[in-house]
C-alpha cells in the first residue's frame, strides 16, 4: 500500500479539480458554444481527460502501487487536452487546470 503524502495529496487535490473543470467545461460550454468545441476530437479528450483524472485520484486514494502508471497515462492526455483546449481559444481555465494536473501526476509517475 502506498502512504499518501504532501506530493501525492497536491496531485490528488489537481485530479479532482481538473475532472470537474473539464466535465463542467464540456457539458456548460463546448455544447453550447458548438463549431469546434464539439468536433469529435477535442471533445472526446476532454470527456478522457476528466475520465483520467478522476480513476488517477482514485488510485491514488485508495493507496494502490500502480497509481504510477495511471498518473502518467492521465499526464499525457491532460498535456493533450490542455493543448487542444488553447488551439480553440476561450478555454484558458479548462488548459491551465490540465496543465496542473499534468505536471503534478508527471512527477507522480516518476
Known amino acids: 500500500m502506498t502512504a ?5 495529496e497536491a496531485c490528488i487535490d489537481n485530479c479532482l479539480a481538473c ?21 469529435p476530437e477535442h471533445f472526446r479528450l476532454m470527456m478522457a481527460c476528466s475520465e483520467i483524472c478522476r480513476t488517477s485520484a482514485h ?11 495511471v498518473c502518467g497515462a492521465c499526464a499525457q492526455i491532460c498535456a493533450a487536452c490542455a493543448d487542444s483546449c488553447d488551439a ?23
Open 4 to 8: 499518501v503524502n504532501n506530493e501525492m
Open 19 to 39: 475532472y470537474r473543470r473539464c466535465l463542467q467545461t464540456a457539458a456548460n460550454h463546448c455544447l453550447e458554444a458548438g463549431g469546434e468545441h464539439v468536433e
Open 59 to 69: 488510485t491514488m486514494l485508495i493507496g494502490i502501487e500502480q497509481h504510477a502508471s
Open 88 to 110: 480553440i481559444g476561450g478555454m484558458q481555465d479548462c488548459a491551465a487546470a490540465c496543465r496542473r494536473c499534468a505536471e503534478s501526476c508527471q512527477k507522480m509517475a516518476g
